[in-house]
Structures are given as structure tokens and as C-alpha cells.
């Protein structure tokens, strides 16, 4: 069960890892918070279906339940909306309060309630989620954090979020934090095009996340990915509103790309099985042939 904030982070974080394992026989859900309905269109290219428009809040989920359910089929996995309210990122100084009823704003035991109830359904056995900043200082991915924290830790106790009728608690094994772009893989990138004789779009961005002295966090696991790249931009071009198909996520040569950087990274954040560390598997612990 891999839990995110809005459509289109599932196919921006640990996206080709999904898509592995699904191709492998995994159950994969991804969990979508809310129906990103604040989002701009950040990409120059976009245009609307036929029969739909981008202005109106109806409009916007619309779409964006399009994109999701084209993203979800090109990874080859499940998706579920918790139906959450985007709280949009609040920009200026001082920042703007946030919307009323928005994500960020639904106290924890609310916002996790139906979280709690789908891991109990779904029973999984590994989950996902982002780190204790949001990965992002979105705050709809620190939310994000927030209530699948509380879902991993208390869907197990039956005593906790009761429901009349509802399903038989269920504790998941294992719950990790995606990595992002971390600096080590811009930098190996950045080098290998630049070596290569291409222009390089991360400079710049090296230099100012350098600058900022970003802690970068922990990397226990590493997933070889590198055969599922494909189907993870055919998922970050499916949320077309989104994505620029000109833009930095497509500015790395594929196979530069496969060259340099094969994996994805995550951070083991809790375990109820032994496992050691370093590993090459979300499932290592639970499978019955490494028992
Ligand atoms: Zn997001």
C-alpha cells in the first residue's frame, strides 16, 4: 500500500517500484489523500479532454480522476481516493491561512479513520509513505505522513477506531518512507550527462539545495528498477495537467537514467519482522523462502 498526498505523487515517488512489483504479483493499492483539486496547470502543453474544462473545482477533480485512473493503468496497480480536500500550497509572506475543511486542517483521528479502515481491508503487508517533512513542505504531503503513521500503528489494535461492523484489525509489517531526489542521485546524474556531452538542467538546482544544507535522510533500502522506468513516465504523462512532457522529469536520457541511477530509495521507518540492513526488497522478512 503506497500512500500519497495528491494524483500524480504515486507516479513522481517510488512510482517504477510499484510497477515492479505489481508485474511481479504483488497487490499494490495506491492511496490517493485528496482529489488535487487545487493544482495549477503546470504544464505549458496542456489542454483539457474533449468535454471537460480546468477552471472549476468540478472541473479540476474531474480531470484529474482521468489522469489518475490512466496513471494507475499504465503501473499496472490498484488505486483508492481517501476524498480528502487539497489544501493547495499556501504561497506568499506571510503565508495565507489555509482553506477551511482542507486536508491539512481534518484533526488526525479523522483524517486517519479511513485510512485505518482500508489497511484493515486491504491487510497489507508493507506500506508507504513520506518522510516527517512531507518530503515536500506541502501541507498535504506532512498530513500525508501524519495519517499513515497513525493508520500503520493503530490499525493493528482492535481497540483503536472502532466501526460498527467494520473490518478485523490488521497490523501491517513494514512501513518506509520514499526518497525523492536526493543529492547524491542529482549530482551522478548531473555528471554522467554532463560526461556525456549533454546539456544539464540541475546546476543550478545542485548548487542551491547544497547551499541550503538539506539533511539528506537515511537510504536502507534500494530497489532496482531500472526495466520499469517506461511504464513510470507513461504514469507521470498521464497526469498530463501536471507533468510537462518537456519538462526536468523528462530531461535525463533514459538510459543515462538506467545507467547511473537503476534504483529507487527508501527508508525503513519501522519493522515488525527482523530484516537486515541494507536490503534490496520492501518484501525482505515476509517472504517465505528467505524465512
Ligand atoms: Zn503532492
Given amino acids: 500500500m503506497a500512500v500519497h498526498a495528491h494524483p500524480d ?16 504479483g504483488v497487490e499494490v493499492l495506491i492511496v490517493t489523500c485528496t482529489g488535487g483539486e487545487r493544482g495549477d496547470v503546470l504544464n505549458p502543453s496542456f489542454e483539457a479532454p474533449e468535454g471537460h474544462e480546468f477552471e472549476s473545482v468540478e472541473g479540476r477533480l474531474a480531470v484529474r480522476r482521468l489522469e489518475m485512473a490512466a496513471a494507475a493503468e499504465a503501473l ?19 503565508r495565507p491561512p489555509l482553506p477551511e475543511g482542507c486536508f491539512a486542517l481534518v484533526p488526525l483521528e479523522e483524517a486517519a479513520a479511513p485510512l485505518v479502515e482500508l489497511v484493515r ?11 516527517p517533512s512531507g518530503g515536500y513542505p506541502h501541507p498535504d504531503h506532512i498530513k500525508c505522513h501524519e495519517v499513515s503513521v497513525e493508520a500503520y500503528r493503530a490499525a493493528g489494535d482492535a481497540d483503536r477506531y472502532v466501526v460498527e461492523g467494520g473490518a478485523e484489525a490488521w497490523a501491517p509489517a513494514k512501513l518506509y518512507y520514499n526518497h525523492g531526489f536526493s543529492l547524491d542521485r542529482l549530482r551522478a546524474v548531473h555528471e ?4 556525456a556531452g549533454l546539456e544539464s538542467p540541475f546546476g543550478d538546482w545542485i548548487e542551491s539545495r547544497a547551499a541550503r544544507e538539506i539533511p539528506e535522510r537515511e537510504v536502507t533500502t534500494r530497489i532496482e528498477v531500472a526495466p ?5 513516465d507513461a504514469a507521470l504523462t498521464a497526469h498530463a495537467s501536471q507533468i510537462d512532457p518537456d519538462g526536468f522529469f523528462f530531461a535525463v536520457p533514459r538510459d543515462i537514467e538506467a545507467d547511473v541511477w537503476p534504483t529507487e530509495e527508501f527508508e525503513l521507518a519501522d519493522s515488525r519482522v527482523p530484516t537486515d540492513l541494507p536490503e534490496t526488497d520492501l518484501f525482505a522478512g ?4 528467505s524465512a
Fill in 9 to 24: 505523487d504515486e507516479s513522481s515517488k517510488g512510482a517504477a517500484t510499484t510497477a515492479r512489483y505489481a508485474a511481479e
Fill in 76 to 94: 499496472g496497480v490498484r488505486q483508492h481516493w481517501l476524498g480528502f480536500v487539497d489544501s493547495g500550497l499556501p504561497e506568499g509572506d506571510p
Fill in 121 to 131: 481491508e486491504f491487510r497489507p503487508h508493507v506500506m508507504t509513505t513520506y518522510d
Fill in 192 to 195: 554522467a550527462m554532463e560526461g
Fill in 228 to 232: 520499469y522506468f517506461a511504464r513510470r
Fill in 286 to 289: 515476509l517472504r517465505e523462502e
